[in-house]
């Protein structure tokens, strides 16, 4: 489907996927909870956005965050620190997906690319004029 500039500015949820899973990513079909009555039509473009440290987030335990220290004459282990207020870290773009079919209050879009995995809660942005 052919873009077409968005006409407003809105902020909704990624809710779920067509295919069965938890996590979704580029080529699938997903479901957001903006539609008609937030100006979406077909061929809009939005943003999925996600806050904090993606860094972080994928750890799955303490000692992934090791890495061997550079400076100095000895090799220690040194841990990467995680940021004291991940509130206050800029949002980031993991994702962009495109309006196939406009309801009321829902919108299915075809994700176009992501640069992680996708999932149900993940913030969008329509940006007016993107």
Excluded: W
């Amino acid at each position: 489907m052919a873009p077409v500039a968005n006409d407003v500015d809105a902020e909704g949820t990624l809710f779920t996927a067509l295919a069965p899973g938890a996590l979704y990513g580029q080529g699938q079909v997903v479901f957001v909870d903006l539609g008609e009555g937030s100006g979406l039509k077909p061929g809009n473009t939005l943003e999925v956005i996600r806050r904090g440290d993606g860094y972080h987030m994928t750890m799955p335990s303490r000692s992934a965050a090791l890495r061997i220290e550079t400076g100095g004459d000895r090799r220690d282990l040194e841990r990467i620190q995680k940021p004291e207020e991940p509130s206050k870290l800029k949002d980031e773009v993991v994702g962009s997906i495109r309006v196939l079919a406009v309801g009321k209050r829902t919108a299915t879009c075809y994700a176009l690319e992501s640069t992680s995995e996708l999932e149900a809660g993940e913030r969008v942005i329509v940006r007016k004029g993107h």
